[in-house]
């Protein structure tokens, strides 16, 4: 029974903490968004001298330190390290039961999805992926049918 929690449990940490780094990465796009604009323009360094560019680099670096970004990005590099020592445990704990794998194949697939274009107008789609993708999902709503006719059996 131990395992059938822990198992669970990681799942339920790891899904925590990447909706903790999601919030901070839509934060991270505000903050840059409400940066000057000539943060925005590295296309206009053209033509300016090496001193200029390093400048303008220390400038830009400098704006986004005040801004609050360089923390912004230390916390999202500890959530991606507790994210990856989580998943690590998870990979060596065995799935004992249906629910477990379940949990499993639902974290992996969201990871999986998060990464995977399914619109064929997207230039990063991928036929490939986008079918491993579907194969992934229905083996998951298999289980989630075979999960429930396994409880109506056992009322």
Same mark, same amino acid.
Do not use: K
């Given at each position: 029974?131990?395992?059938i929690n822990n198992t669970i449990l990681l799942v339920r940490r790891i899904k925590d903490l990447q909706r903790r780094r999601d919030i901070l990465v839509e934060r991270q796009e505000t903050v840059r968004r409400a940066l000057p604009d000539w943060a925005f323009a590295p296309l206009q360094l053209a033509g300016m001298s090496a001193a200029?560019?390093?400048s303008?680099? @220390?400038d830009l670096g400098r704006a986004e330190s005040e801004a609050g970004l360089d923390d912004l990005d230390d916390q999202i590099v500890a959530l991606d390290n507790q994210i990856e020592e989580l998943e690590n445990v998870l990979l060596t704990t065995p799935a004992r @039961?249906?629910?477990c794998a379940q949990a499993v194949l639902d974290l992996a697939i969201g990871r999986f999805r998060a990464q995977t274009s399914?619109?064929?107008a997207d230039v990063?789609?991928?036929y490939g992926d986008a079918r491993v993708l579907r194969f992934l999902e229905r083996a998951a709503e298999d289980f989630r049918v075979i999960m429930g006719e396994e409880q109506r059996i056992a009322v």
């Open positions: 029974m131990t395992v200029e560019i390093r303008a680099m @220390s @039961s249906i629910d399914t619109d064929p990063f789609f991928d």
